[in-house]
């Protein structure tokens, strides 16, 4: 007779669920490098070796986050350029902006700082944006002005709507094929 392990599996998937959502949370109250692995798996009420069974680390986790949340924003490749970028871009800054002025402040904190946090979702994002515009040297000039935008917002306390900056860029500089 064949064990089924059915119930075991849906407990590991349940376990990497609370993982992500604890360390999500942990780190939107707390910024990236204020949140140890430790106090991940405490919030998620899991053992610091269901955390490594499921990520290598907390920069696996937030990678894997990252590009989970916006390879679902990639829209159908059969439309314009402009509207994918349009779509892309657009719902990243009202998911940025939903996450809440304080963490998208963070979040630039440590981009400028450099860390695994802000260098990966750049990375991501000039990925993304290229694989749209089929040119990574336009890519980098739209992800320039869509971190400038949100910038701007950060620095205004909200202020300014990135999502207007970014759609007059596309509006001005992508060419459709």
């Given at each position: ?7 075991r599996r849906e407990q590991s998937e349940e376990n ?162």
């Open positions: 007779m064949k064990y089924d392990n059915t119930g990497k669920r609370k993982i992500a959502a604890a360390a999500i949370a942990l780190i939107n109250e707390r910024g990236y490098d204020g949140v140890s692995v430790e106090e991940i798996t405490k919030a998620a009420g899991v053992s610091k070796g269901a955390f490594y069974i499921h990520f290598k680390s907390k920069e696996d986790l937030i990678e894997r986050e990252i590009k989970i949340f916006y390879d679902d924003l990639k829209s159908d490749a059969s439309l314009p350029k402009a509207e994918r970028l349009r779509f892309f871009l657009e719902n990243s800054i009202n998911h940025i902006k939903k996450s809440g002025l304080k963490t998208a402040q963070q979040w630039f904190s440590h981009s400028v700082r450099g860390s695994f946090y802000g260098k990966s979702k750049l990375n991501y994002d000039i990925r993304a944006v290229a694989e749209i515009l089929g040119d990574e040297k336009e890519a980098k000039e739209a992800v320039s002005v869509y971190y400038g935008a949100l910038n701007l917002w950060c620095f205004t306390d909200g202020g300014v709507d990135p999502a207007a900056i970014v759609s007059d860029y596309i509006k001005r500089s992508v060419k459709n094929d």
